[in-house]
């Protein structure tokens, strides 16, 4: 997409990326009012998504009759504490508002992420009472999909994904970034592309950028997605192949070992942590 389609246009209380202003407008869909229309797409609610979180899947036909799908994300009155989240983020001004941002951010740092396409939000004496975000849907699927159907014919495959998966974090890190969510769920894989081209990183909503501690964070992202990688699937030595990539080293010494031992230790919180979260949305009975 050229820098002219990839403009930003603003369009009654929306800003629009302009390559997508002819789609929206054909739709009629140039306005919060008419983004948040109740009828407007595939509902995707899930368990623990709270109420004032939505999202929904549309799939607009282009002018030649060619259906585009699209991501909705919308937010009515967050509370405090998210309110208080946005203010932390960018001195953003809504929830909507950080995403839009940091999906910005990556692009421009070489790091894949969904195209944005459009962003609205409305605040009153500060406070946001609603806002929304829109992007154009990714090829493929979540890794955490894909692993749930890889079984051993699939092994070569996910070995030439150590790679490409490791310079993606890599680069995420290496810029500050911290993503708060990096599970398999929020990593997507095109499996028609490029291996190293095929990896695309989602939902941003929770990205910091800290100036210190740095290291701490990291571990937890680094947990995160060390619990959410099935051991079925991916090997322990093809986890430590992935991490000697990761960290641009041949060998671990003692202070990666250091480092590994925060991961596991990291991850055996999570899980734990995941285990009464799970219980809570569906009972004990889950894990009988």
């Not at 919060?32 to 549309?58: V, Y």
């Not at 946005?86 to 894949?112: D, N, Q, R």
């Not at 070992?257 to 990291?266: A, G, W």
Request: one cysteine or more; glycine letters at 4%.
């Amino acid at each position: 997409m050229s820098s002219q389609e990839n403009s930003i246009i603003s369009q009654n209380d929306l800003r629009i990326v302009n390559h997508y202003l002819p789609l929206l407008r054909r739709h009629g869909l140039v306005s919060l009012d008419a983004l948040f229309q109740s009828d407007i797409g595939i509902s995707l609610k899930k368990p623990g998504l709270s109420q004032w979180r939505e999202r929904f899947r549309l799939v607009l036909d282009d002018d030649r009759g060619n259906p585009r799908i699209f991501y909705l994300k919308r937010f009515h009155h967050p509370p405090p504490n998210e309110r208080r989240e946005v203010g932390k983020a960018l001195h953003a001004h809504s929830v909507a508002a950080v995403e839009w941002t940091w999906m910005w951010t990556f692009l421009s740092e070489g790091i894949p992420t969904p195209q944005p396409v459009a962003f609205g939000e409305e605040i009153k004496n500060g406070v946001e009472i609603r806002s929304l975000i829109v992007t154009e849907a990714l090829p493929g699927r979540s890794l955490e999909t894909w692993m749930n159907r890889w079984g051993e014919n699939d092994k070569p495959l996910i070995r030439k994904l150590i790679n490409p998966l490791a310079d993606l974090i890599a680069r995420l890190h290496k810029n500050r970034f911290i993503h708060r969510d990096l599970y398999t769920c929020h990593i997507f894989f095109d499996p028609l592309a490029p291996v190293q081209n095929s990896l695309y990183l989602i939902d941003l909503q929770r990205v910091i950028k800290p100036k210190w501690w740095i290291r701490r964070w990291i571990v937890k992202d680094l947990a995160a997605l060390n619990y959410s990688t099935p051991s079925s699937v991916v090997s322990t030595k093809d986890r430590l192949r992935w991490l000697k990539r990761y960290l641009g080293i041949p060998r671990l010494a003692t202070k990666e070992k250091r480092l590994i031992r925060q991961i596991q230790k990291k991850t055996k919180r999570i899980a734990r942590h995941d285990k009464k979260r799970r219980e809570k949305l569906y009972g004990k009975f889950i894990d009988a």
